[in-house]
């Protein structure tokens, strides 16, 4: 009997697919990157921007203010994003200063970076995530990880974000991805809805092992 494909939510106990139909073999192995292979501490941006003296105190008014998604989808560049980040100030800094602390909020996850190396060794493995060139020159260098699978697609180079329809339309087309043998890897359900929406199967990712569970139901041979 074939595997049953479907959105697969990879919540440990609370894990439940959604819909299941007949699976198709399994070719393409797509993740993102934050929460899955890094995750993220906004702390030290946060409390060196305080220290400065900017109006800022949580994240999200922070991505706001400097209307972050312009630096992820390509539209600014890193120095135009640190120049932002420096006009919030009060007290005198520099933009190498910022870098420093823009850069510094990952903490790697070791099991899943192994997970895809294993994995590109029988599929295409490929990378999509909403990123910025500061953040992933720094994700490179430090992580290596543009050198998981076969290629890497960050938002800045699509320029288009997910979950909009257009970054899964250009990983398509750049990595010549059949949808219905395509599976991607996120934390958020509106990217996977997004992926789905096109034809591909999804996994919202909570955790190595559920989310390894979630792929061998879907025939992928994660060992």
């Known amino acids: 009997m074939p595997p049953q494909c479907a959105i697969v939510r990879a919540r440990g106990a609370e894990r439940r697919e959604i819909r299941q139909e007949p699976c198709a073999l399994i070719r393409n192995v ?3 990157i934050g929460w899955v292979f890094v995750h993220l501490d906004p702390r030290p941006i946060l409390d060196f921007l305080a220290e400065h003296e900017a109006p800022t105190t949580d994240l ?3 991505v706001e203010r400097i209307r972050l998604d312009d630096h992820e989808s390509g539209r600014i560049h890193g120095r135009k994003l640190l120049e932002r980040l420096k006009a919030l100030t009060r007290r005198p800094t520099t933009l190498e200063a910022l870098h420093e602390k823009w850069v510094d909020m990952f903490d790697l996850q070791p099991a899943m970076v192994d997970l895809a190396h294993r994995l590109a060794d029988r599929y295409r493995v490929y990378l ?3 990123c910025g060139d500061l953040h992933w020159a720094h994700l490179s ?22 979950p909009h329809e257009g970054i899964y339309a250009e990983a398509e087309r750049r990595f010549g991805l059949d949808p219905r043998h395509t599976v991607f890897i996120d934390d958020r359900t509106d990217n996977i809805a997004a992926a789905r929406s096109r034809g591909w199967h999804g996994i919202v990712h909570a955790g190595y092992e559920p989310t390894r569970a979630a792929l061998a139901e879907l025939g992928v041979k994660v060992d």
Not at 151 to 158: D, E, H, I, N, Q
């Open 30 to 32: 797509v993740f993102d």
């Open 60 to 62: 999200d008014t922070l």
């Open 128 to 130: 999509l995530s909403n």
């Open 141 to 162: 260098r430090e992580y290596g990880l543009h050198r998981i699978g076969h290629g890497a697609l960050p938002s800045f180079v699509a320029g288009v974000m997910k």
